[in-house]
């Protein structure tokens, strides 16, 4: 499930694979983009902003186009070398294929696949909050965007972009077990949301630069979260049973010990 690391890891993939290249051929296969032809552009940058990835790219007649693509939950980018077996995902997935003489970069179930001058990005992007691996990470102006939605639960105002970009399902549930807060406090009532959303993005910040997303430490991934994915198992420090609540698509784990409600307290 992509996070704000995840995609972040993706962008760094991408910039080495296709970085500084000319664009020899490229397919989308989603209606919005089908008659596009990229041949000859060349790829600027690949960049992370919070779950969207931004593939900025100039034209030969100079000017310069963003390639977004937001990944949610179930979408990711692969790099192989020319001639490469694709097999990361099925290919009725693939979304866009972009070749250089170097690499080939396959998109599988992105969505908002957009492209757009890139001096409209904020268009797509501009309402998100502080990106937690960003140049403008800023605790202080993630904290307030939280407090301005005091009767919200924490869990809620956590995966809510708009307030902190990033964020997802692991990392809501890894650092409010680290706080011990229950998932379902109202944002008003969470001592130090500065404290809370500055661990947040240390935890984070920690994976950078690698696929395994660990909360713990540990680099086994039996043994890299302390709650989530962990229903039912005895938690790490107290040995209570992680619990699993379901919210729609989104998912809470949490230990009724270490992270007690209100009846519990």
Not at 44 to 55: C, D
Not at 191 to 218: E, F, I, K
Not at 225 to 234: F, I, K, N, S
């Amino acid at each position: 499930m992509p996070e704000g690391d995840t995609v972040w890891n993706t962008a760094r993939a991408l910039q080495r694979a296709l970085g500084g290249s000319e664009l020899t051929a490229s397919d989308f296969r989603v209606p919005r983009l089908a008659t596009t032809r990229l041949t000859g552009w060349r790829v600027l940058e690949s960049a992370a902003r919070g779950k969207h990835l931004l593939l900025r790219l100039r034209d030969p007649a100079g000017a310069d186009r963003t390639l977004h693509s937001h990944l949610r939950m179930d979408g990711a980018w692969r790099a192989y070398a020319p001639g490469e077996r694709w097999a990361a995902k099925p290919a009725h997935l693939i979304r866009v294929v972009l070749r250089t003489a170097d690499a080939v970069a396959v998109g599988y179930h992105l969505h908002d696949l957009t492209l757009v001058p890139t001096a409209r990005e904020s268009e797509l992007v501009g309402h998100l909050g502080p990106d937690l691996l960003g140049p403008d990470w800023d605790p202080a102006e993630a904290a307030r965007r939280l407090a301005a939605h005091p009767d919200a639960t924490i869990a809620e105002a956590l995966l809510d972009q708009r307030n902190l970009a990033g964020i997802g399902n692991l990392y809501k549930s890894e650092t409010l077990f680290l706080r011990g807060v229950w998932p379902w406090t109202p944002v008003k009532s969470v001592p130090d949301l500065p404290g809370l959303v500055s661990l947040a993005q240390r935890v984070m910040a920690n994976n950078r630069g690698r696929w395994l997303q660990t909360t713990t430490g540990a680099l086994r991934k039996s043994e890299a979260h302390y709650v989530y994915g962990r229903r039912a198992q005895p938690c790490r420090r107290c040995a209570a049973a992680i619990q699993k609540a379901e919210q729609g698509e989104r998912v809470t784990y949490w230990c009724p010990r270490c992270q007690p409600g209100p009846q519990t307290s």
